[in-house]
């Protein structure tokens, strides 16, 4: 899943290459826009969970029939949402518009069709993350990234689309994800239903979603507070250096993949395991390499700019790349005097995920009132300290750590599932 997750990234990360071809203002919103789509994730983030437990749990035909049932029904549940999504993002045209300045309504209508892909794919990821198929995960990754890759290339290349062309770019790779997984997941959901307690599954699909949606929306909500606060030119550099610091999270977002349907085997098997340890420990040195990579690489990047000028690189680049790097040498250095900012700040939230995901599989649903005190608290404080690029990062980087602080002091208390402490014994 590390591998699978680097190559994918790498590929995404790739599609930014074509930042100038798509202009600052236009790169900033490309960048909002992905971040919209991240805070429309929300709702579907809870869904993989449920599911992920719901299969890893399903070990009788009883148990796999209703998975059957669920899934059928969550997937028309889902659509039905997206259109109600729809009909709102229609009724506010006009207002989406004008306050992201979005200058080709077309980027807005991609963002709404990818929604429904977004709702769609979380279910049989869910169902994949249950039966431990991560080889399939790994593919979808892949392939995701390679086909945004490929079609904003061409795009924007020979087309010489902006936003709009990254925004559908990400929608080809997200429908051929979607489909793949339905492939994939096909063995475990096709068959008979059976009736389930629809009741009781969103009882525990509320908890997962508020819970996992803190992160995402921590994760995402600084760049649309920036990109509705400051000049749409200057929000490509903070775009720039925002999609760095946000890596830092997907890079180590699979060792989180892997602990959760192993922790949730061990609860219903009633056995003992070090997986959160392993994971937390993999997180925070992974995290915290990647971070001092990128922070010395940014200070590293004005003396190796200056020595090409100068025509005495250390290293010896082809001249189309050379002059590239100069021609954007502004950019380069004001994205990497953000860069350093990010990683550290992030730092923390990538832990806090890997804890907020442990309590969640165990259904430690106390901690999940707090969480959301600690998001709202974050949101808040993003309409007073937008100042300054610095005083946004730096925002988040105090209530992460805060929602890192939460997390671990319910880590650490007494194993209480919401279910009660009398059923918890």
Avoid at 82 to 90: H, R
Avoid at 298 to 304: D, H, Q, V, W, Y
Wanted: overall charge positive.
């Amino acid at each position: 899943m590390m591998i699978a997750s680097t190559i994918g990234g790498c590929l995404m990360f790739a599609v930014h290459a074509f930042a100038p071809g798509m202009g600052k203002a236009e790169y900033g919103l490309f960048g909002t826009l992905l971040q919209m789509l991240n805070l429309m994730m929300i709702p579907a983030l809870g869904l993989q969970t449920v599911f992920a437990q719901q299969t890893a749990a399903a070990v009788s035909e009883s148990q796999q029939r209703q998975l059957r049932a669920t899934a059928r029904a969550i997937l028309i549940s889902a659509t039905l949402l997206w259109v109600v999504m729809a009909v709102l993002t229609i009724v506010f045209k006009s207002w989406l518009i004008s306050t992201l300045s979005i200058s080709n309504p077309a980027a807005l209508w991609a963002t709404v069709a990818f929604g429904l892909a977004q709702l769609w794919l979380p279910v049989f990821q869910g169902v994949l993350q249950g039966r431990q198929d991560f080889l399939g995960m790994g593919w979808i990754g892949i392939l995701n990234g390679l086909t945004r890759l490929v079609a904003v290339a061409f795009l924007v290349m020979v087309f010489h689309g902006k936003a709009a062309a990254g925004m559908i770019g990400a929608l080809a790779g997200q429908t051929l994800a979607l489909c793949i997984a339905a492939w994939r997941a096909q063995g475990v959901l096709k068959g008979p239903g059976e009736p389930f307690d629809a009741k009781g599954w969103l009882g525990r699909l509320w908890p997962l979603t508020v819970g996992l949606g803190v992160g995402q929306f921590m994760l995402s909500a600084d760049m649309i507070v920036v990109r509705a606060v400051f000049e749409p030119s200057q929000t490509g550099v903070y775009g720039w250096s925002g999609m760095i610091g946000r890596g830092l999270v997907m890079f180590t977002a699979p060792l989180v993949w892997v602990m959760f349907p192993r922790v949730v085997e061990s609860q219903a098997r009633a056995e003992r395991t070090n997986v959160l340890t392993q994971a937390l420990l993999a997180t925070g040195v992974l995290a915290g390499l990647a971070a001092a990579v990128a922070t010395l690489l940014c200070k590293l990047a004005p003396g190796f700019l200056q020595a090409l000028a100068q025509g005495t690189p250390p290293v010896n680049l082809p001249k189309d790349l050379a002059s590239k790097l100069l021609e954007h040498h502004t950019l380069i250095l004001e994205v990497g005097r953000l860069i350093p900012f990010f990683v550290w700040c992030m730092l923390p939230l990538t832990l806090a995920v890997v804890l907020v995901n442990n309590l969640l599989a165990q259904a430690r649903y106390r901690a999940v009132p707090w969480l959301a005190v600690t998001a709202a608290a974050y949101a808040a404080a993003l309409t007073v300290w937008n100042k300054s690029f610095e005083q946004v990062i730096v925002t988040l980087g105090v209530f992460s750590l805060v929602l890192l602080v939460v997390a671990a002091g319910f880590s650490c208390s007494p194993t209480v599932s919401r279910r009660g402490p009398k059923e918890a014994k």
